[in-house]
C-alpha cells in the first residue's frame, strides 16, 4: 500500500507481521478540529519550522526570555507519530532564520542574534552544507521564499537600520547573486511567492512601533527581469499584517482585522469581510491549508474559505499555543513553547 503524506497530515499505527515481512501501516486521517501531538523533543521558542511533504523540521530558536539561543533540531514524521533528532550542522545557534523547503533541502539563512551565514540540511540523507557567503549583511531577513529555481532573501527584521537589499541563492549552482536595491524598506512584513513574483507587504517601524507611513506598503520583485515595483495601495494598518497566496490573488489582513484582496496580474484591490475576532495586541499570521486560509491572531484563528470569500471563527483549543502555525498539507502544525520554556507542544489543527 503506498502512503502519501504531502497532501494530508496522517497517523499510522503498526500492525504485527510475520519476522521477514515488512509490516504494513494502518492509516487514519485526522480529525477535524484540534489534535494534540507528542511535544518535540527540544523546548524553544521561535525555532525555525519546515514542512518537508513528509515531515516538520524544527530547528534553532531560544529560551530563558531569548537570551539562550540553539543550534540543534528534530524532525516529526506524522506518519509514525514520533520525532528524531537532526545531526549537528555548521550553524551557529539563531532564532528565526530565514528558511525554506526546496523539495530536497531546507535552506537556512540568517537569524536573530543578527546572523550572515547559510546551511542546507537534507532530511533524507541526514546531512549539512555550508552555503557559500551571501553578498548580505548579517540579520533576520524580512524575506525568505522559493521560487523553483532560487532562494529569494530579503530585508532585515531589525530596527536598528533600514534595510531595501537582498540576494538570491541558487542550489544547483551553490551560488548567489545580489538582488537590485528595492524600492521600499520594510522590517515589520511578509512575503509570499505567486509563481512570477515575491510579494512583500508591511511597514517599517522605529523602536517606538511608529510608522514611517499612515498605512502599510507593498512591492513586488520578478526574477526572470531582475525588477522590483511598487504595488497598488491599501488603506491597512502599518503596525502589523499577514499574507498568504490564495492560487491566484493575496490575502492580506491587518493588525485591526481588516482584510483584503490583490491581484498581481492586475494591480488592484478588492475587498473583503473583516475578520470574526476581537483586536488585541499581537502579530497575524496566516498559512493556507487545503483550500482555506488559516488566521492566527492572539491564541484564535479563523478559516476564509478561498471559492466562497467569507470567513468564519475556529473553535479554540484546550490550552495556550505558543508555536507559529505551518502549513502541512491539509493541516496547519504549531510546534514550540513560550520564552521562558513552558506550555511545550505540537498541536495539529485541520479544518
Not at 257 to 276: F, I, K, Q
Request: some cysteine; proline content about 9%.
Amino acid at each position: 500500500m503506498k502512503l502519501r503524506l504531502a497532501g494530508a497530515l496522517i497517523v499510522g499505527l503498526l500492525v504485527a507481521c510475520a519476522d521477514d515481512v515488512q509490516p504494513p501501516r494502518v492509516t487514519t486521517e485526522l480529525a477535524a478540529g484540534w489534535t494534540e501531538l507528542p511535544a518535540p523533543p527540544i523546548v524553544r521558542a521561535r525555532a525555525a519550522s519546515v514542512w518537508t511533504g513528509k515531515e516538520l523540521v524544527y530547528w534553532g530558536g531560544d529560551t530563558d526570555f531569548g537570551s539562550t539561543h540553539h543550534a540543534d533540531g528534530a524532525a516529526y514524521d506524522p506518519g509514525t507519530r514520533r520525532w528524531r533528532r537532526i545531526p549537528s550542522g555548521p550553524l551557529s545557534g539563531r532564532s528565526t532564520p530565514g528558511a525554506v523547503w526546496t523539495g530536497t533541502e531546507v535552506v537556512l539563512w540568517g537569524g536573530s542574534p543578527a546572523s550572515g551565514d547559510g546551511a542546507a540540511f537534507d532530511p533524507e540523507a541526514g546531512t549539512w552544507r555550508a552555503l557559500p557567503p551571501a553578498p548580505l549583511s548579517p540579520r533576520a531577513p524580512v524575506a525568505a521564499v522559493w521560487t523553483g529555481q532560487e532562494v529569494l532573501v530579503w530585508g532585515n527584521a531589525s530596527r536598528n537600520w533600514r534595510a531595501n537589499d537582498g540576494a538570491a541563492y541558487e542550489p544547483a549552482a551553490d551560488r548567489w547573486r545580489p538582488l537590485p536595491p528595492a524600492p521600499l524598506a520594510l522590517n515589520t512584513a511578509q512575503a509570499v511567492w505567486t509563481g512570477e513574483e515575491m510579494v512583500v507587504f508591511g511597514a517599517h517601524l522605529d523602536r517606538n512601533n511608529a510608522s514611517r507611513t499612515e498605512h502599510a506598503q507593498g512591492i513586488a520583485y520578478r526574477p526572470a527581469t531582475d525588477e522590483w515595483r511598487v504595488i497598488a495601495p491599501r488603506p491597512l494598518s502599518p503596525q502589523a499584517s499577514t499574507v498568504a497566496w490564495t492560487g491566484d490573488r493575496v490575502l492580506v489582513w491587518d493588525y485591526e482585522l481588516t482584510a483584503g484582496v490583490y491581484d498581481p496580474a492586475r494591480d488592484v484591490w478588492a475587498g473583503v469581510p473583516d475578520l470574526p475576532l476581537s483586536d488585541a495586541e499581537c502579530y497575524p499570521e496566516s498559512v493556507v491549508a487545503d483550500g482555506f486560509v488559516f488566521a492566527w491572531y492572539c491564541g484564535v484563528g479563523a478559516l476564509y474559505d478561498v471559492e466562497s470569500g467569507t470567513w468564519k471563527r475556529v473553535p479554540s483549543p484546550e490550552d495556550v499555543v505558543f508555536g507559529r502555525p505551518v502549513s502541512a498539507g491539509s493541516v496547519v502544525l504549531f510546534a514550540g513553547a513560550a520564552h521562558e520554556g513552558r506550555a511545550n507542544a505540537l498541536l495539529a489543527y485541520r479544518p
